[in-house]
């Protein structure tokens, strides 16, 4: 299974401090990218990125990828109350048909004002 | 912004009934996909669709479940006899050019 898993599973923190998720996965991948879920509703991409990218950035997150390792990490900077959401790891394996997202169990994160 | 959009938000069904849960996925996407997340858990794949016809699909989806684009817009997920277990938040996803899914607000089947 390419199955991504997430680490911490819930994280709480105060405004202002960073967070940080870590996501791990077993098989080869064409791309890793991170969602991002507001309790009741739909996924939201955040970021992607490729395997032979080793880091990338996006506003306040910056997100690494070491495939030797077959992890990644997602770091939130200067976290505020409304980053509070599931946010999952996702991987698009190299031997999936139709481009399919196997996704992780997810971190809570809760940030308190 | 373009979006994927579902129906209905929710459907509250009898065991043993036919659901059929509609999306729309983004115009000029090309494939199209189902999760279900069962409360509290992960997103869990079902079906891949492209070009009329299922590219992929997982253990979950047997033979209860099936999946449609009758007329080039709509993108339709049946399940014929509903058990308990089916009780989820059902997502249908199109893909963008850059492999990255767009996501609906889903469907909270909840199966009695």
């Known amino acids: 299974s390419q199955q991504g898993e997430e680490d911490p599973q819930a994280l709480s923190i105060q405004e202002g401090e960073n967070a940080t998720m870590n996501c791990s996965y077993k098989?080869?991948?064409?791309?890793l990218q991170w969602y991002r879920q507001n309790s009741g509703r739909g996924l939201v991409h955040l970021i992607l990125i490729r395997s032979n990218e080793r880091e990338k950035h996006s506003g306040r997150l910056r997100v690494t990828l070491d495939t030797s390792k077959k992890s990644s990490s997602l770091l939130i900077t200067a976290s505020r109350a409304a980053d509070t959401a599931s946010y999952f790891c996702?991987?698009?394996?190299?031997?999936?048909?139709?481009?399919?997202?196997?996704f992780g169990q997810g971190t809570e994160l809760s940030v308190k004002p | 912004e373009p979006e994927v959009t579902q129906t209905p938000s929710h459907q509250v069904t009898q065991m043993g009934q036919e659901v059929i849960l509609r999306c729309v996925p983004i115009?000029?996407?090309?494939?199209f996909y189902w999760y279900r997340q069962i409360l509290g858990q992960k997103v869990e794949f079902l079906v891949s669709?492209?070009?009329?016809?299922?590219?992929?699909k997982s253990e979950i989806f047997d033979d209860q479940f099936s999946v449609e684009r009758p007329d080039g817009s709509n993108f339709t997920l049946k399940i014929r006899s509903t058990k308990l277990e089916d009780s989820a938040m059902y997502f249908c996803?199109?893909?963008?050019?850059?492999?990255?899914?767009?996501f609906g607000e889903g469907s909270r089947l909840t199966v009695l």
């Open positions: 098989t080869s991948i064409n791309n």
């Open positions: 669709f492209y070009n009329n016809e299922i590219s992929e």
């Open positions: 996702a991987t698009d394996g190299i031997y999936n048909q139709g481009g399919k997202l196997i």
């Open positions: 996803a199109s893909r963008g050019a850059r492999g990255e899914l767009f």
């Open positions: 115009s000029n996407h090309l494939y």
